[in-house]
């Protein structure tokens, strides 16, 4: 029996074709449940204070880039969403003085118009956001090599080269309120993939690549970014996959309470302890990923309880 349409997008997978039974159990979870579905290869921390919350976030590059050498080169994979964390970095870099010459960045994704990834004029590019929020901002002495810094492009073979032979110590990325990371959708709702989305096995198979976009994510990131002009949005984006996702030695989960809902915060986060993998929810996936951790600022996870406004 073929599950239930999408509420949102009847074309579309998304989370709103599971079982109400998973949807109301993750509503009714606390800030106290939610830190009790710690368990090897997945942890929840949560953090106090913004303040505490990003530079968290920031030391996580530092403490990858550290570990780079000439003969083991190593990175980390950051997001646009949040990008609070970036001014901090670079601050970070220049204050303690650390060289960059052996250390590596991927950027996420970027978004794909006209038949290739849009230039850093596009008032929405993610490249020009790290290089203006970070990489812009660290002294030329200790700055990345340019070569080092890889950002995706429409033609994707040097941006999955360049996974070769580097470590990636850490993947950062938010949470989208389509539940993905990067931009990792659900896929649309056609062919093979009408009556049942993509098994696990199927979609982590999935490399850097260029992606149709939810209308719930075209929606989110006008909201974020765009002042609610949804027109400005790209409806397609280049973003890194599963398959890259899998060769990270850690993947870092920023949840701050300004992209995804009180609701979503809570439903991966117990689909992952309890290893419910599911291509409807992308970011269910990292279920069998061996080292996961969520960060949550306390005060952004809301409640699920109706209110009206």
């Given at each position: ?9 009847p ?37 106090e204070?913004?303040?505490d ?8 590059y ?21 990008t609070?964390q ?8 220049n ?6 010459r ?12 006209d ?12 490249e ?10 660290i ?8 070569a ?9 073979a ?20 389509i ?29 850097t ?19 609610g ?17 899998w ?7 920023w ?12 439903l ?23 080292n ?18």
């Amino acid at each position: 029996m073929p599950r239930k349409l999408s509420h949102i997008a009847p074309g579309w997978w998304d989370y709103t074709t599971l079982e109400h039974d998973i949807i109301n159990d993750a509503a009714r979870l606390t800030d106290r449940d939610l830190e009790q579905l710690s368990r090897p290869g997945f942890r929840v921390v949560m953090h106090e204070t913004l303040e505490d919350f990003y530079l968290a976030e920031a030391l996580e590059y530092i403490g990858a880039w550290r570990q780079a050498t000439a003969d083991n080169p190593a990175g980390i994979c950051g997001p646009i969403g949040p990008t609070e964390q970036l001014p901090l970095v670079a601050r970070l870099v220049n204050e303690l003085g650390i060289g960059l010459r052996d250390a590596h960045f991927w950027g996420m994704d970027e978004w794909y118009q006209d038949g290739r990834e849009v230039p850093m004029s596009h008032p929405l590019s993610f490249e020009r956001a790290d290089r203006e929020l970070c990489f812009g901002r660290i002294r030329k002495e200790l700055a990345m090599p340019e070569a080092n810094l890889h950002f995706p492009k429409a033609d994707t073979a040097a941006y999955a080269r360049s996974w070769e032979g580097v470590r990636c110590v850490v993947m950062q990325g938010g949470q989208g309120d389509i539940k993905h990371w990067a931009f990792n959708d659900p896929p649309k709702r056609e062919g093979r993939y009408r009556d049942e989305p993509p098994t696990p096995e199927e979609y982590r198979q999935l490399g850097t690549r260029v992606v149709d976009l939810h209308p719930v994510t075209l929606a989110q990131n006008a909201r974020t970014s765009g002042g609610g002009n949804i027109t400005m949005v790209p409806a397609k984006a280049i973003t890194v996959g599963p398959r890259e996702t899998w060769r990270a030695e850690k993947v870092s989960i920023w949840q701050a309470g300004a992209h995804d809902n009180p609701l979503g915060q809570r439903l991966t986060a117990l689909m992952i302890s309890k290893r419910i993998a599911d291509a409807a929810v992308p970011m269910s996936l990292l279920a069998d990923h061996p080292n996961v951790q969520f960060n949550y600022y306390r005060g952004g996870l809301g409640s699920c309880a109706v209110e009206m406004h």
